[in-house]
């Protein structure tokens, strides 16, 4: 906290112009006085070592940490656009980092942490061979304790290239998931759920001093509720990424602002769906089980006829069907934007093979526009796709 003051007070003793004053009281610093910086506050952390030695009892590198996290917002503040640092409660900080782990910290049911020592902890998975830990963040949620470890190998992983049947997706709200081949997911409601228990948790929350033992108690039953709701949607983002991935081998998403939706007049509904979640979710998926994963245009999706690409104008929220008055085209109207969807990211995948083409050979079969033509018109459920050797 005292570096973080140093930071604010340097910060606003140059917000006032040179012959005014703040309206309120500030420190005064000389003008000479350069920005504390990372390198400068760790500096500052070797002196104040010497005055304050409870600060031995922590692990060095874990307390930089601790500072680079503090100078990245400050420098996002101006980088992106973000709000000013706040201070941070004495639960809030959740996480510590070791960036460098000893070598063989894993044995057995134990885990060798510097300054700590062997700690036991519950091995969710095996460290594959050939990997070894570079850094372990501890994270503290409402469960316990967990430990997330970073595995470092000297490895070059090619990208997942464009193959096997193509589908598209299209997120919304009165339907979670639509896809090309006219499937309809129903969105989970996971926070309405539980929303009537939660509700009556606030309001005996709210009756309870702050800070007391009763407050503390019931403030760890309320974090263990909303625990929950994020790991049955994250559970629900794993298993249909899964789906996804089992029917096709390009999947083809818009490319969306969910930031934009969450501040929208739906945005509760919005967060509660967890669009953002689960297309990062469903890239991870993509590239750990070789399925080809790519955004596309997202303008214009639910105006067009996927099948003669006629502008059919814009529809209201409660119209749910699309109906083309060029080719009497009929389907659901997220199951026609899905298919624009497909349609896009065929296209940006023939001109991505297009590019390649004099490098594969030109003539050879299979390659550039004839690529794109069987891809458009392959049924699904047949073999998968051979590229030549580029």
Not at 124 to 135: A, C, D, Q
């Amino acid at each position: 906290m005292a570096f973080q003051l140093l930071v604010i007070s340097w910060i606003r003793s140059r917000k006032s112009p040179i012959n005014a004053c703040s309206l309120f009281g500030e420190y005064i610093i000389p003008a000479d006085q350069p920005y504390p910086n990372y390198a400068r506050q760790c500096q500052a952390l070797t002196k104040a070592k010497k005055d304050y030695p409870e600060l031995k009892t922590v692990n060095a590198q874990a307390l930089q940490q601790v500072l680079k996290t503090l100078e990245t917002a400050f420098v996002d503040m101006k980088r992106k656009g973000m709000g000013f640092p706040r201070f941070k409660k004495a639960r809030r900080m959740r996480s510590f980092v070791f960036p460098q782990m000893l070598k063989n910290c894993v044995q057995g049911i134990y885990l060798k942490l510097p300054q700590l020592g062997r700690i036991e902890y519950i091995k969710s998975r095996e460290i594959p061979e050939g990997f070894r830990v570079k850094l372990a963040r501890i994270i503290r949620k409402a469960s316990g304790y967990f430990v997330a470890l970073c595995l470092e190998c000297d490895v070059d992983v090619p990208d997942v290239p464009p193959h096997g049947y193509p589908i598209g997706i299209d997120l919304g709200l009165d339907k979670f998931l639509a896809t090309s081949e006219g499937e309809l997911i129903k969105r989970p409601r996971f926070f309405n759920s539980l929303h009537r228990q939660m509700k009556l948790l606030q309001r005996r929350l709210k009756k309870k001093q702050i800070g007391s033992n009763n407050w503390q108690k019931l403030s760890k039953i309320i974090a263990r509720l909303h625990e929950t709701i994020a790991n049955t949607r994250k559970d629900f983002h794993f298993k249909l990424a899964h789906h996804l991935c089992d029917q096709a081998g390009m999947v083809f998403v818009e490319d969306l602002n969910f930031q934009a939706w969450a501040k929208g007049m739906l945005g509760k509904h919005t967060l509660d769906a967890g669009f953002g979640q689960f297309v990062t979710i469903l890239q991870w998926v993509c590239w750990k089980r070789g399925v080809y994963f790519g955004k596309v245009n997202k303008d214009y999706t639910s105006q067009i006829c996927p099948n003669c690409n006629a502008h059919t104008g814009k529809k209201k929220l409660t119209q749910r069907v699309h109906s083309c008055p060029e080719c009497g085209y009929m389907t659901h109207r997220d199951v026609a934007s899905a298919l624009i969807v497909r349609n896009r990211g065929v296209s940006e995948v023939g001109r991505i093979l297009d590019v390649k083409e004099v490098a594969w050979g030109g003539g050879l079969t299979g390659t550039g526009n004839g690529l794109v033509k069987s891809l458009r018109n392959r049924k699904k459920g047949g073999e998968g796709w051979i590229y030549p050797a580029s």
